[in-house]
């Protein structure tokens, strides 16, 4: 126990000051009431989907809960079921396999929902579409606004953790709007 | 006949790997597979390729290792009739390589017990064969129903828990079916393949150029490793030697990576056992390892820093202090963090003997990689089959032999600990200079070439035929998750349904190299 609290104290405070949302990375005009943003705002939930990423972009989803970015300092949670997410944060390209998986849990997900797509999979399809980002291949239904709506996208191979944040945080900003 | 008559007159293929290629028939195949399996060899890779272009039908390929190096087999397979000799009775982890090449080019392995479809689900009709040459990989089918015979087991008391595809955590999706009685798992079963995005497809119609950005994301967690047995597949065919400089490069991005991933487990490895302090403070130690990345090389995983004929980023001299800063810094955080988890009760107590698999099972199995060295499998591409420049760097191999959950976390310090050392020894050897890669400017016609290389998972490889204008015909990466995921079928056997987290973990197998 001494040796635990030796090393916490002698680690000290890591975490950094968080980002600040970027209207560039908007995808979807404002759909949801100031009123409702405000009530999400300071404490959000998000159940991530792997929709057929390469794993890449789960790297840094997972560095959002490290000391330096702190996500859960700032009230946002990852959690265990659509069910209780305001969020889907979702990595792909969505394979075809995960569609009716994708699409489940978007419907199982309590409104108002946004939904982040993170990484330029998720953005347009990336190298695993071989014609454009609309049309996918045999496995891969490309992009994930292919498959449910979209309302932030944020692009990276993967996207930092400090981008993801942004994404996360315009989200749930009202960009302006009412 | 001796399996030494049949392979005295196949040739040595060029290349950084020992590799000696021949054609053989159905009785040789399997005669050759049981000899090398008689004398404590392994499978890596089973894969089919479609030689209908050239009349040729098809073909099937293995590659084997055993101590002398590496043995690539392809056995011809008819047109009219796809079906070859099962050999899932001598390496179990066939069976769903097979069954992923009947999926995707419609080859039978005849007798084999196990005929159910693996990597195909709903997404195209079980008639339709991705990668025989004549099907479009950009059509699309409608969906239909997804009817997969999962084992039952009944019996008074039994029930089923279906976990997935979509977990509630941050990982890549799969289904697991658990058959329990009270909390204790009876049977698991794994569907895999729902991250299945037609990469092998895809390859065929890339540059090598555009290729080596998609090896790098068969597992992003992996990315060196693939990227680098990509361009050693290429370069092998391609005849060229990357420069020393080069050469050193990628090996200090590969432990690199080795480090990043061991840390970023050894930390969720105390979360799942709630000891929260552990992932944050393995998690501040990544994310320095990470940082340190994004400064000397420009990302934070190093992704496509390893491109075909070198590298593509040196190392400044004067930022070799950085490295060996971050070195020493690891080596003391580690000595004390090592001893926390050792001191720990409550970690102990659920790291020790959770989710054990015996030498013997191992053995049995195929088990490979970190997960392997814990169970006594000592295996490792860099000791065994040293390219440069590990031929140059004396890899300390660490193995143990209880094969549970404290083993495979023991193990992850030991490799830290050993992949600081190596960077150290690179550093020494990194003498600078300009000359960063010898480009691959052309491809011989109908060659093949394979690069193999130790990830921080175990062994990746990645075989690569080329055409007759020496385009990509084929790219076949193997993951070692392919031989690693039915282990942890058996691993969980026994134990409790709540340390199924903890014992995934203890391996952390790809689903996205394995799903393809």
Request: glycine share 14%.
């Given at each position: 126990m001494y040796q635990i609290i030796r090393q916490i104290l002698k680690t000290g405070i890591k975490t950094e000051t968080a980002p600040q949302a970027d209207d560039?990375?908007?995808?979807?005009?404002?759909?949801?009431q100031e009123k409702i943003l405000r009530h999400v705002g300071r404490a959000l939930t998000i159940r991530h989907v792997d929709?057929?990423?390469?794993?890449g972009c789960e790297l840094e989803i997972h560095a959002l809960n490290n000391a330096y970015y702190?996500?859960?300092?700032?009230g946002i949670r990852f959690v265990a079921s659509p069910r209780h997410a305001d969020m889907l944060l979702v990595t792909g390209p969505v394979s075809r396999h995960m569609e009716v998986a994708l699409k489940r849990t978007y419907d199982a997900t309590p409104e108002p929902r946004l939904v982040v797509a993170v990484g330029d999979c998720g953005c347009d399809?990336?190298?695993?579409?071989?014609?454009d980002e609309q049309s996918g291949s045999y496995a891969s239904c490309g992009k994930i606004a292919n498959v449910i709506p979209v309302d932030v996208a944020v692009p990276g191979c993967p996207p930092t953790p400090i981008m993801l944040m942004q994404a996360i945080l315009t989200a749930i900003s009202s960009g302006g709007k009412t | 006949m001796k399996q030494d008559e049949i392979t005295a007159d196949f040739p040595d293929l060029p290349g950084a790997l020992t590799v000696r290629r021949g054609s053989v028939d159905a009785s040789q195949f399997r005669d050759m597979c049981a000899q090398v399996r008689h004398d404590g060899g392994r499978l890596v890779a089973l894969w089919g390729s479609d030689e209908r272009a050239d009349d040729a039908g098809y073909a099937l390929h293995v590659a084997l290792i055993d101590s002398t190096g590496m043995l690539c087999l392809m056995l011809p397979v008819s047109a009219e009739r796809p079906a070859y000799p099962d050999i899932s009775d001598l390496f179990p982890a066939a069976s769903r390589m097979q069954r992923a090449v009947a999926d995707l080019l419609g080859l039978h392995a005849s007798g084999a017990d196990d005929q159910r479809k693996w990597?195909?689900?709903?997404?195209?009709?079980?008639?339709?064969?991705?990668?025989?040459?004549?099907?479009?990989?950009?059509c699309a089918f409608p969906a239909e129903t997804d009817a997969y015979p999962f084992v039952t087991v009944t019996g008074d008391g039994v029930h089923e828990i279906p976990v997935g595809?979509?977990?509630?955590?941050?990982i890549e999706p799969g289904h697991f079916r658990f058959s329990i009685i009270g909390d204790r798992v009876l049977r698991l079963e794994e569907r895999l393949?729902?991250?299945?995005?037609g990469i092998e497809k895809r390859f065929e119609s890339m540059s090598p150029e555009q290729g080596a950005k998609l090896a790098g994301r068969v597992s992003g967690d992996s990315t060196v490793a693939y990227a680098w047995a990509y361009a050693m597949a290429l370069e092998g065919i391609a005849g060229i030697t990357p420069p020393d400089q080069a050469l050193w490069m990628r090996a200090l991005f590969l432990e690199r990576e080795r480090v990043a991933n061991h840390l970023g487990d050894l930390g969720y490895l105390g979360n799942d056992v709630a000891l929260s302090f552990g992932f944050a403070q393995f998690w501040i130690l990544k994310e320095q390892v990470l940082r340190n990345n994004a400064a000397l090389f420009g990302h934070r995983y190093l992704?496509?820093?390893?491109?075909?004929?070198?590298?593509?980023i040196g190392l400044q001299m004067s930022d070799k202090r950085v490295i060996i800063e971050e070195c020493s810094m690891l080596e003391r955080e580690l000595g004390v963090l090592r001893s926390i988890y050792e001191e720990h009760a409550g970690v102990q107590d659920r790291f020790i003997g959770a989710g054990q698999v015996t030498p013997a099972l191992a053995a049995q199995l195929g088990l490979c990689g970190l997960p392997g060295r814990a169970s006594a499998?000592?295996?490792d591409a860099r000791v065994q089959f040293p390219c440069a420049p590990y031929d140059k760097l004396d890899v300390r191999m660490a193995t143990h032999a209880n094969g549970d959950v404290a083993a495979r976390a023991a193990l992850r310090f030991e490799e830290l600990f050993e992949s600081l050392r190596l960077q150290r020894e690179i550093l020494i050897n990194l003498?600078?200079?300009?000359?960063?890669s010898n480009p691959v400017k052309s491809l011989p016609g109908n060659a093949f070439g394979v690069g193999m290389v130790e990830g921080w998972r175990g062994e990746v490889m990645v075989a690569i035929h080329t055409d007759a204008p020496g385009r990509l015909a084929r790219v076949h990466p193997h993951d070692p998750s392919w031989q690693n995921w039915p282990v942890l079928e058996h691993a969980?056997?026994?134990?409790?349904?709540?340390?199924f987290p903890l014992i995934n973990k203890s391996f952390n197998l790809s689903y996205a190299g394995q799903d393809l």
């Open positions: 560039a990375l908007r995808v979807e005009a404002q759909r949801l929709a057929g990423s390469c794993n702190n996500i859960e300092g700032l399809g990336g190298l695993f579409s071989p014609v | 990597l195909r689900h709903a997404s195209w009709p079980g008639n339709v064969h991705p990668l025989r040459k004549d099907f479009d990989g950009s595809p979509v977990h509630a955590g941050i393949g729902y991250k299945h995005k992704m496509d820093k390893i491109i075909p004929g070198g590298v593509n499998q000592a295996w003498i600078g200079g300009d000359e960063l969980i056997l026994n134990n409790i349904v709540p340390d």
